[in-house]
């Protein structure tokens, strides 16, 4: 495969021509009357016009023909989309679950997560979706991804981010299987740092956004568009490839970023900090502080915590936390565990380490240690009540109904006699 060439920075104003025809992107304006190789000017906005300066997100793209140039959107009678959370009772119990979210995208306010298994190619088909961003998370096999503004090849270990309206097309090599989260209404940013200050966790020039590159290909047989709107899925037919941007400017645009980069803020002292420390990625809600969803990593690193109990401390979180698992071993729950699964720990429902992991940290020497080593968690966490889907329930046949065993060997430590 042929190395990829990515431009760095988060949010940043970019620009882009492929190679091939230097003088594609037009100088000192965005619509001339007539572009560079007579190519059409279009803009994809992932923002209301208006917003602040700080806020605005949109991108140039100049393409041989506009998107405009499709048949009729028709409905697509397949896969397992959905944002209707009633399908199932509510269930406040503790579990491994593949599919859930709460809100809806009408209101622009909401989040789903979905699973994804695949062994083939998407061959003269793409996806955009009109709903809200994709923030997907490949746990086995890797990614070629082609989109409007070039290509990325993402492997597990690595995130990319589709936004809202960005067609884009996956090639695989074999087994792939993955998560994604969907967020409406809102973009993912870098989560601010407070007294950290400048530097630290997710930095924005690690961040790589792909090189302008086109492709002018005729379909005679047919290009299908698939569209995610209102939740459910929508196909169109053209005869050409929707990858003809031939040049490209502006701040909206996909991304990818290798987890191995996040630099860690730990405790040196004593107590073990909240989870919050491990944001790498969050879209924010009309409430300061509180977020939508977050995207929080739990990487490798060094435990020095003095007189603590160093693994995560039992809680209960007026967030939603779903917990995913690229590699290795989850430092609170190392058997039962596995990569490619998932838990739901829902709002203010009690939850922590294992009972080993309890009784192993409380009695274990506290010297310096590599925590993690070889793994990869990640948490999806929500301001958001989610709810599972009857697929997630009932039809894919994951749910560990012995999860809460995990915690029944736990005993009482109480010596009334002993401070």
């Known amino acids: 495969m042929t190395s990829l ?5 988060f949010g940043n104003e970019h620009a882009s021509e492929d190679p091939r025809y230097p003088g594609a992107l037009p100088e000192g304006q965005n619509n001339p009357q007539v572009c560079p190789y007579g190519l059409y000017a279009e803009q994809l906005s992932g923002s209301a016009f208006t917003c ?23 409905p697509l009678q397949e896969g397992h989309l959905t944002h209707n959370w009633d399908e199932v009772e509510p269930d406040p119990n503790q579990g491994l679950h ?4 709460a809100g809806e995208p009408r209101g622009r306010n909401g989040i789903a997560i979905h699973i994804f298994v695949c062994n083939t190619s998407m061959l003269d088909r793409c996806l955009y979706n009109s709903d809200g961003d994709f923030l997907i998370v490949p746990q086995q096999g890797k990614l070629l991804i082609t989109t409007e503004f070039g290509k990325m090849l993402v492997e597990p270990n690595e995130i990319c981010v589709i936004q809202q309206g960005m067609r884009f097309s996956v090639e695989v090599f074999g087994e792939t ?23 630290g966790l997710a930095n924005p020039r690690d961040f790589l956004v792909p090189v302008a590159w086109y492709e002018d290909r005729k379909i005679p047989r ?12 929508f196909t169109a037919q053209q005869d050409f490839s929707p990858f003809n941007v031939v040049a490209w400017h502006g701040n909206y645009t996909p991304y990818k970023y290798h987890l191995e980069n996040f630099m860690v803020i730990n405790s040196v002292a004593f107590d073990h900090a909240d989870p919050s420390i491990f944001t790498v990625l969050t879209a924010k809600s009309t409430r300061p502080g509180v977020a939508i969803a977050d995207f929080v990593i739990f990487p490798p690193r060094w435990g020095v915590a003095n007189n603590t109990f160093r693994p995560p401390y039992y809680h209960r979180n007026c967030m939603s936390e779903f917990m995913g698992l690229i590699k290795g071993h989850y430092e609170a729950k190392e058997e039962g565990f596995q990569p490619g699964g998932a838990s ?4 203010m429902t009690p939850h922590g380490p294992d009972a080993d992991c309890f009784e192993k940290a409380s009695k274990a020497k506290l010297e310096p240690e590599r925590v993690a080593e070889g793994t990869m968690a990640f948490m999806f966490e929500s301001s958001l009540s989610m709810a599972v889907t009857e697929w997630g329930l009932k039809t894919s046949n994951c749910l560990d109904k012995n999860y809460y065993k995990c915690w029944e060997p736990l005993k009482s430590h109480f ?3 002993c401070k």
């Open 5 to 9: 060439k990515y431009m760095s920075g």
């Open 52 to 74: 602040p300066r700080a806020t605005n997100r949109r991108s140039w793209l100049y393409r041989i023909l506009p998107s405009v140039c499709h048949k009729p959107f028709q």
């Open 98 to 101: 593949t599919l859930c979210g």
């Open 177 to 199: 299987r993955g998560y994604i989260l969907e967020v409406y209404g809102a973009h993912f940013e870098l989560p601010d740092l407070g007294p950290i200050g400048a530097n």
């Open 222 to 233: 047919g290009y299908t568009v698939i569209s995610k709107y209102q939740g459910k899925l």
């Open 344 to 347: 739901l720990h829902s709002m």
């Open 415 to 417: 010596n009334p006699n």
